[in-house]
């Protein structure tokens, strides 16, 4: 039984453009790009060579451009550097209910420090209203962060028109944009954004490495302190092989685009699903402002993990969690009003760049009599819900 991947909002493989570019980083090239003879002036180049690509993926000038970690990383220092360069007495944040939680674990502990947060709600199909934004913001107001697209069911949100509201009021405006780039447009003029996070592995880079674009004039307290990297906005010595590979795969991204081809695959993908079970599946999320590769179905009355767990070889993931046999719901799900014998049978699929029509027709083939062997006892599998 051949593996079959559908899970690359998770985490997707090196792309091969992005493996030959990093060969000479594996043992040629191993200067430190802050010395300032031979062997670390080809370092040095490689890394504003790669910071080049991230910024021209989002149209942003290179200097507005850190490298980072990776997304988690981005999103602590947007968040905590605003934060730490107010000047307010009670700096108010506002957000969403359906963030990430390398966005809403900040937040709150910013909260432990003195700041007050807003959670604003978000619709049935995981779509935030932009007058509930602006219904929250207070003249005491710092920051509004809302992700570019939700990381499980894919919905895209109005970030343009949030962000041509907070430049109007003077509020710095962040977007989580891990799961978009590379996928869908992501430039940051036309998202108006101050702040915009992006993470390697989510583009076919490798884990550890992300950027953080930062608009000039923008002032943030670092996340790291110590000598003067990233013209003194995140101290440490720059991992060359991981920005290196970040900046093939931003290159990947604008150069050889996907994101039709994916669409069209998610779309064959959901009416199968449909003509194979009729109203035994549901589609969680926005039917059209989504991520083209993002697919997130509910097989109401089956318990999403236990669906995974009998489609063996299938990579793919479910929000929900079983503690002590207890079955809770994703909180993104939950956040959209989904109720419980829907949301506890989700499943997301994403596709990506090598998927193909004939692994998701198997992948529908061989859902069929797992969905249809539970179909009798569903009420039993939510007794615990």
Sequence with gaps: MR????DYNASTPLASEVVEAIRPFLGEHYGNPSSMHWAGQPAREAVEAARAEVAALLGANPTEIVLTSGGTEANNYAIKGAYFRSRIRQPHIV???????????????????????????????????????RRAVTRETILISVMHANNEVGTLQPIAEIGRFARERGIVFHTDAAQTAGKIPAEVGGLHADMLSIAGHKLYAPKGVGALYVREGQELEPLMHGAGHEAGRRAGTENVLLIVALGAACHLARTDPCSERMRALRDFFWQRLQETFGPGVVLNGHPTSRLPNTLNVSFPGHLGQ???DKLEGVAASTGSACHAGLHTMSPVLSAMGVEARVGLGAVRFSLGRVTTADEIEEVVQRLGPIVREGSNNRGALLNDA
Excluded: K
Excluded at 3 to 6: A, D, P, S, V
Excluded at 100 to 128: M, N
């Design 306 to 308: 236990e669906v995974l």
């Design 3 to 6: 593996r079959i991947y559908l």
């Design 95 to 133: 957000t969403t209910t359906i963030e990430h939680p390398a966005v809403l674990e900040p937040c709150r502990f910013l909260e432990r420090l003195g700041a007050r947060l807003t959670l604003v709600p978000v619709d049935s199909t995981g779509l935030v209203a932009p007058g509930d934004i």
